[in-house]
């Protein structure tokens, strides 16, 4: 079972709202991690877009629109990344990372967004 | 501003070692709770962590690499360098280079290079 899994892909309408979703494995606890989301268009470097571990401990990237957040759904185990009203411009694949306890990272399978 | 470029060879044969370097601007490896690591990702895939190395010389390695690589940096060159060995096919990968800021217990790459694509091939 991979650390984080997500979704392969996700379709939303332009002006709605979409939840990307990072489950992290079963044994690692979603709550105590910080859990980073980072965007890649095609030809592109990713790009960092906010880190989140609870309401009270969170951090946007610069220059990173407030439509973009970070939520965790602990019932879930996971971390979730919404995009709020929707532009063809965040069509997209989104990558989910974490730091291993013992100081790696890991990243995600990545979910391409289509915005249609 | 920060900005980081990869550099290295495009082509390397299988066996052979590649050596990458990150030449970096707008922040200093000698400054408390920076870091600059590595990341890859193969052509149509994902991303994958490889090595990172901090201000106090402190490094991580990607587990499952951790035999083949070697990161360090050169703090008067601004410079961090990824050295892997006995390359294969199937590490052809476009490599990246990132800045990381350490936050309490947050660490977090914040800044990208734009990636160098590494074939291996004989």
């Known amino acids: 079972q991979a650390v984080l899994t997500q979704p392969a892909s996700l379709s939303a309408s332009p002006g709605a709202s979409a939840s990307l979703t990072c489950t992290l494995r079963?044994?690692?606890?979603?709550?105590?991690?910080?859990i980073h989301w980072f965007q890649q268009k095609p030809g592109s470097p990713p790009q960092y877009l906010l880190r989140?571990?609870?309401?009270?401990?969170?951090?946007?990237g610069s220059g990173v629109p407030s439509r973009f957040s970070g939520f965790k759904d602990v019932s879930a185990n996971a971390g979730i990344l919404l995009i709020s009203g929707l532009q063809s411009e965040d069509e997209a694949d989104y990558y989910c990372?974490?730091?291993?306890?013992?100081?790696?990272?890991?990243f995600g399978g990545g979910t391409k967004l289509t915005v249609v | 501003q920060i900005t980081l470029k990869e550099s290295g060879p495009t082509l390397v044969k299988p066996t052979q070692t590649l050596t990458l370097t990150c030449t970096f601007s707008?922040?200093?490896?000698?400054?408390?709770?920076?870091?600059v690591g590595w990341i890859r990702q193969p052509p149509g895939k994902v991303l994958d962590f490889l090595a990172v190395?901090?201000?106090?010389?402190?490094?991580r390695h990607s587990p499952s690499l951790k035999s083949r690589l070697t990161i360090t940096k050169d703090t008067s060159k601004n410079q961090v360098v990824l050295t892997m060995t006995n390359m294969d096919p199937v590490d052809t990968a476009t490599y990246y280079c990132?800045?990381?800021?350490?936050?309490?217990?947050?660490?977090?790459?914040?800044?990208w290079g734009q990636g160098t694509l590494v074939t291996v091939s004989s």
């Open positions: 990132a800045h990381m800021t350490l936050h309490s217990d947050a660490r977090t790459f914040d800044y």
């Open positions: 707008g922040f200093s490896l000698t400054t408390s709770g920076v870091g």
């Open positions: 190395i901090y201000w106090d010389d402190d490094k």
């Open positions: 079963s044994g690692i606890n979603a709550g105590s991690h910080w």
């Open positions: 989140h571990k609870s309401d009270l401990d969170k951090h946007q």
């Open positions: 990372m974490i730091w291993h306890t013992s100081g790696f990272a890991v």
